[in-house]
């Protein structure tokens, strides 16, 4: 019986097939944790520059409780010569109570834990909308489905 080696040209491509997966890896990004808090709570009123920034604390803020992944899209635009950022944060809940009267922001968490805060102290506000679908097939989600909207002039910061 031989022993089985690998080709040269094998080794490349399993190398290959490596970096392609870690590199996909590394860009999952699934949203896995949503938590909120009035604005009003919240340390100060706006965020200037492009920082990292720490609030304490805010790992005891309330969570959302949601089906697992969420999902956050944040798109830029040009207006009137000057960057504009949306952010749309979509989850699924069996929670029909939330408060959508009050005025929230939203801390989300990634799966490698990074944090993003959606919202400030200040206007604009996060706006929250709830979708509740009464499905006409029973393999549908019967979940309430909330839609948090926010627009400002920089994108969401990070959280230490």
Same mark, same amino acid.
């Given at each position: 019986?031989?022993?089985?080696?690998?080709?040269?040209?094998?080794? #490349?491509?399993?190398?290959?097939?490596?970096?392609?997966? =870690?590199?996909?890896?590394?860009?999952?990004?699934?949203?896995?944790?949503?938590?909120?808090?009035?604005?009003?709570?919240? %340390?100060?009123?706006?965020?200037?520059?492009?920082?990292?920034?720490?609030?304490?604390?805010?790992? $005891?803020?309330?969570?959302?409780?949601?089906? $697992?992944?969420? $999902?956050?899209?944040?798109?830029?635009?040009?207006?009137?010569? *000057? #960057?504009?950022?949306? =952010? $749309?944060?979509?989850?699924?809940?069996?929670?029909?109570?939330?408060?959508? =009267?009050?005025?929230?922001?939203?801390?989300?968490?990634?799966?490698?834990?990074?944090?993003?805060?959606?919202?400030?102290?200040? #206007?604009?506000?996060?706006?929250?909308?709830?979708?509740?679908? =009464? %499905?006409?097939?029973?393999?549908?989600?019967?979940?309430?489905?909330?839609?948090? *909207?926010?627009?400002?002039?920089?994108?969401? %910061?990070?959280?230490?």
């Amino acid at each position: 019986m031989t022993p089985f080696l690998f080709s040269t040209e094998q080794m #490349r491509t399993d190398a290959n097939r490596f970096l392609i997966i =870690h590199k996909l890896m590394r860009r999952l990004s699934f949203i896995c944790r949503v938590q909120r808090i009035p604005v009003a709570s919240l %340390p100060f009123q706006t965020l200037l520059g492009n920082r990292t920034f720490d609030i304490t604390g805010c790992e $005891k803020w309330p969570e959302v409780r949601c089906q $697992k992944p969420a $999902k956050l899209e944040i798109t830029d635009k040009l207006e009137d010569g *000057q #960057r504009f950022y949306t =952010h $749309k944060l979509t989850f699924r809940s069996s929670d029909e109570e939330l408060d959508m =009267h009050g005025t929230y922001a939203y801390l989300v968490t990634d799966l490698d834990g990074r944090r993003y805060l959606i919202g400030v102290g200040g #206007r604009p506000f996060p706006i929250i909308n709830m979708s509740d679908v =009464h %499905p006409d097939s029973l393999s549908s989600s019967t979940m309430v489905e909330y839609t948090v *909207q926010w627009g400002y002039w920089r994108m969401a %910061p990070r959280i230490a």
